[in-house]
C-alpha cells in the first residue's frame, strides 16, 4: 500500500465555496469540481548510495533526456539465487551508482482509508464538494417549482422511459463497463498499527483469487488485514497468496468465495496498438467503482515506479501508456480494452510536480497514466498461484544508466565490487565483457539500460534471445539462453 509520506502534517482541506444567495442555481458539477482538487505529492529524491546491482530504470531524468535513471536501488536487489546471482548477476541487469540523483514515476498507489492520516483530509474535501453540490440542487429544485407555479411549458420523461428501459450496444463503453464492473473489487490493507489504504483488483479465476499491484497488498503483510469488496457492496476477508516487488504484481484470495465469481477476460497486450480506446476501473481517491476511458497513447514505455516512501523498493515495467484517467487508489485495477478484455493492470502514474521527504498530499492524474502489460502479468499471476513466489528472467551482467540513447553499457564491477558479468551466467556463456554496450534484444532497440531491463523481463526464464552489442567500434550479435532468479530477497 502507500506509505507516502504517512504520519507528515497535511495543509488543511480547502472550504466549499459559497453559494451565492441571489445567484440562481448553480450547477453541483461546478461545486464538487471545486472542492474536488486534493492536494498532491510528488516523490521523494531517490535515496542515496545505492549500488551498482540495482535493475529498474527511472524514466525521469534531466529535461531533453530518455530514459533518465531509475530510483533507489531496493535492498533485494543484489542477492540471487544461487552462487551466480550472489556473484553480482541479480536482477535482468544492474546499473552503477551514476542515477542516484533522478527520480521514478509515482505509482498511483492506493487511496489513504478514511478515518486515518491523509484518508480524513481526503474525505473532508470530498464531502465538502457534495454539500456544495447539494445547496446548489437545493436551490435549483426550489427556483424550477416556483417556475412550475406559474406554469411551465417543460415537457418531463415518462416513469417507463427512464434508464432502466435502455439497452446498451455491445461494444460501446457502458456496455463493457456493466459486464466488467462486477468481476472488480475494492482492495482495502490495513498493517498491524492500523495505517493503509484503498486499492483495486479484478477476478482472475473461479477459485477466488484477484490479481492486483504488490504496493495495494504492501501494508497488509506480516499479519495485517485485507479485505476485498464488490460492487455490490458484499466484502471479503482475503489474504496474500503470493507478491512479486519487482514486478509489482500480486495475488490476493478471498476467503469463502462466492460460487457465482466471473473472471475477466484476459486479451493479448502483444497486439494493442498505439490509438486503440482503453477503459479503466477502479477507486481513484476511494471512489471505488469510477470507470475512465482514453487511449492506448505508447508501448514498451520504460517505467521504474516507487510509492514514495524513504523504505521503498522499485518496480520497473515495459508499460502501456495511457491517457485514461488514472489516480491513486487506481492502482491494480483493469486498463481494458474496446472489447472488455484485460490488457493491462494500471499501477503507475507521471506526476507534473517534484518534491522531496516532507511533501504533503498525493499526485494526481495529467493524463500519463502506466499499466504493467497482461501478457507479464498473467505470467507473474500464475506463478505466485503455483509457488507464492515470483520467478525472473535475467542475463547476469551489470549495466549502467547514462543519460544516453547510445545502448545499455556493461559496467567495469558488479554491485559491492563483484564481477560485471556473473561467471557462467547468460551474458558470460554469450561472450560479452566489461564495456560492451548492448544496442539491440531481438528486434528491439536498446537506448539504455532501463529499456534492456524492461524488454527482458518481457520474456521468461529459459527463452533464447538474440543480443547485438558494440565492442571497440565493431557490431556482433549473439544468442543468449536468459536465466532466472527466484524470489525477491
Known amino acids: 500500500m502507500s506509505t507516502e509520506n504517512e504520519g507528515n502534517p497535511v495543509p488543511p482541506a480547502p472550504s466549499a465555496p459559497p453559494v451565492p444567495p441571489t445567484s440562481p442555481a448553480a450547477p453541483p458539477q461546478a461545486a464538487a469540481s471545486d472542492g474536488g482538487e486534493s492536494p498532491t505529492t510528488p516523490i521523494p529524491p531517490v535515496p542515496q548510495g545505492a549500488p551498482a546491482?540495482?535493475?529498474y530504470a527511472a524514466p525521469q531524468g534531466p529535461e531533453?533526456?530518455?530514459?533518465?535513471?531509475?530510483?533507489?536501488t531496493p535492498s533485494y536487489a543484489d542477492s540471487g539465487a544461487g552462487a551466480g546471482a550472489a556473484a553480482g548477476g541479480g536482477w535482468g541487469s544492474s546499473y552503477d551508482q551514476q542515477y542516484q540523483q533522478h527520480q521514478p514515476f509515482q505509482q498511483p498507489q492506493t487511496a489513504p482509508k478514511k478515518g486515518s492520516g491523509r484518508g480524513g483530509l481526503i474525505a473532508a474535501v470530498l464531502v465538502a464538494a457534495l454539500v456544495a453540490g447539494g445547496l446548489g440542487g437545493g436551490l435549483g429544485y426550489t427556483l424550477a417549482k416556483n417556475n412550475d407555479n406559474l406554469g411551465s411549458t417543460t415537457v418531463s420523461a415518462s416513469a417507463d422511459g427512464g434508464a432502466t428501459q435502455v439497452k446498451r450496444a455491445a461494444g460501446t463503453i457502458a456496455a463493457v463497463a456493466n459486464k466488467a464492473l462486477p468481476s472488480?473489487?475494492?482492495i482495502e490493507a490495513e498493517s498491524t498499527n492500523g495505517e493503509g489504504g484503498t486499492g483495486t483488483g479484478f477476478v482472475f479465476d473461479t477459485q477466488g483469487h484477484i490479481v492486483t499491484n504488490n504496493h495495494v497488498v504492501a501494508d497488509a503483510l506480516d499479519g495485517g488485514k485485507l479485505t476485498a469488496t464488490f460492487p455490490d457492496g458484499k466484502k471479503y476477508d482475503?489474504?496474500?497468496?503470493?507478491?512479486?516487488?519487482?514486478y509489482d504484481v500480486a495475488v490476493i484470495k478471498l476467503k469463502n468465495p462466492p460460487s457465482d465469481l466471473k473472471p475477466l477476460a484476459l486479451g493479448n497486450s502483444d497486439n494493442v496498438a498505439v490509438g486503440d480506446e482503453t477503459i479503466a476501473i477502479g477507486a481513484p481517491f476511494g471512489l471505488s467503482n469510477t470507470v475512465t476511458t482514453g487511449i492506448i497513447s505508447a508501448k514498451n514505455r520504460p517505467v521504474a515506479s516507487s510509492d514514495g516512501s524513504s523504505t521503498s523498493k522499485a518496480s520497473y515495467m515495459s508499460a502501456l501508456q495511457t491517457d485514461a484517467s488514472i489516480n491513486p487508489g487506481n492502482s491494480g485495477g483493469p486498463l481494458l480494452d474496446a472489447s472488455g478484455a484485460v490488457i493491462g493492470?494500471?499501477?503507475a502514474i507521471q506526476s507534473s510536480t517534484s518534491g522531496g521527504l516532507g511533501s504533503t498530499g498525493q499526485s494526481g492524474s495529467i493524463g500519463l497514466?502506466?499499466?504493467i502489460p497482461i501478457n507479464q502479468a498473467k505470467y507473474v499471476a500464475q506463478q505466485l498461484i503455483q509457488s507464492g513466489k515470483p520467478v525472473y528472467a535475467k542475463i547476469g551482467a551489470s549495466v549502467s544508466l547514462e543519460d544516453s540513447s547510445g545502448g545499455a553499457q556493461i559496467t567495469d564491477s558488479g554491485s559491492g565490487g563483484s564481477a560485471a558479468v556473473e561467471s557462467g551466467g547468460p551474458a558470460a556463456k554469450a561472450g560479452l565483457k566489461p564495456g560492451d554496450?548492448?544496442?539491440?534484444?531481438?528486434d528491439t532497440v536498446i537506448d539504455s539500460g532501463p529499456t534492456l531491463i524492461g524488454e527482458i523481463w518481457t520474456h521468461k526464464p529459459g527463452d533464447k534471445v538474440q543480443v547485438t552489442y558494440k565492442r571497440g567500434g565493431s557490431e556482433h550479435t549473439v544468442e543468449m539462453t536468459l536465466g532466472s532468479r527466484v524470489g525477491d530477497n
Not at 482475503?238 to 507478491?243: D, L, P, T, Y
Not at 554496450?437 to 531481438?442: C, E, N, R, W, Y
Request: glycine letters at 14%; a negative charge; zero cysteines.
Open 53 to 55: 546491482g540495482d535493475p
Open 64 to 72: 531533453g533526456s530518455w530514459p533518465p535513471p531509475p530510483p533507489a
Open 184 to 186: 472488480t473489487v475494492t
Open 238 to 246: 482475503a489474504e496474500v497468496v503470493g507478491h512479486a516487488q519487482g
Open 345 to 347: 493492470i494500471n499501477s
Open 369 to 371: 497514466g502506466f499499466a
Open 437 to 442: 554496450v548492448i544496442t539491440k534484444l531481438d
